[in-house]
T-cell receptor
Framework: AQSVTQLGSHVSVSEGALVLLRCNYS??????LFWYVQYPNQGLQLLLK??????LVKGINGFEAEFKKSETSFHLTKPSAHMSDAAEYFC????????????FGDGTTLTVKP | KAGVTQTPRYLIKTRGQQVTLSCSPI?????VSWYQQTPGQGLQFLFE???????NKGNFPGRFSGRQFSNSRSEMNVSTLELGDSALYLC??????????????FGAGTRLSVL
């Protein structure tokens, strides 16, 4: 079984400030981890993914995430927030073959204040 | 290369009716998955099709069904609509069966409102 917990359903930062979106997971097998972004009335767009290898993963739009096995975490960060980063972010874990093996978190809505 | 296309974008139905949603995957992609997204339940997996065969299924009642055609296009059908079926339905395509590290590409979704 697997699960994902995103801490904080809403996060608000000022433009230029650090963005930190938290994700903790549980999985009975080595997980593959993903962060997606969803803009209003749009589908999900992949930001980055962790499969194996380097634990610090760089994605699009300046985002990165670090896989910490000991903490079962995969937090998403960006050094400097832009207004265009305002969206909903989803963490997902997949531990097996098939789309049905994906479990998504409840999402975190990021607000960026001018 | 065109992305995943879902039609229609918006749909309004009444209870008891049935509805069919369509998804055209990225050219060359053979796997199509469907998800239901609601504020209360979040993103939930409905089913995955590959080579016209349903490969995986989520925990949804039999009113939810789907199929995939030889050109990989997929349709999802919901019969006897209930108010709780109001949701954003997302389709995602992938080159092959969604292996653990494969990327899924999502469409913009169909917003279904059941009155």
């Amino acid at each position: 079984a697997q699960s994902v917990t995103q801490l904080g359903s809403h996060v608000s930062v000022s433009e230029g400030a650090l963005v930190l979106l938290r994700c903790n997971y549980s999985s009975s097998v080595p997980p593959y981890l993903f962060w997606y972004v969803q803009y209003p009335n749009q589908g999900l767009q992949l930001l980055l993914k962790y499969t194996t290898g380097a634990t610090l993963v760089k994605g699009i739009n300046g985002f990165e995430a670090e896989f910490k096995k000991s903490e079962t975490s995969f937090h998403l960060t960006k050094p400097s927030a832009h207004m265009s980063d305002a969206a909903e972010y989803f963490c997902a874990v997949r531990a097996g073959l098939g789309a049905g093996k994906s479990t998504f978190g409840d999402g975190t809505t990021l607000t960026v204040k001018p | 290369k065109a992305g995943v296309t879902q039609t229609p974008r918006y749909l309004i139905k009444t209870r008891g009716q049935q509805v069919t949603l369509s998804c055209s995957p990225i050219s060359g992609h053979r796997s199509v998955s469907w998800y239901q997204q609601t504020p209360g339940q979040g993103l939930q997996f409905l089913f995955e099709y590959f080579s016209e065969t349903q490969r995986n299924k989520g925990n949804f009642p039999g009113r939810f069904s789907g199929r995939q055609f030889s050109n990989s296009r997929s349709e999802m059908n919901v019969s006897t609509l209930e108010l709780g079926d109001s949701a954003l339905y997302l389709c995602a395509s992938s080159p092959g069966l969604v292996l653990a590290k494969n990327i899924q590409y999502f469409g913009a979704g169909t917003r279904l409102s059941v009155l």
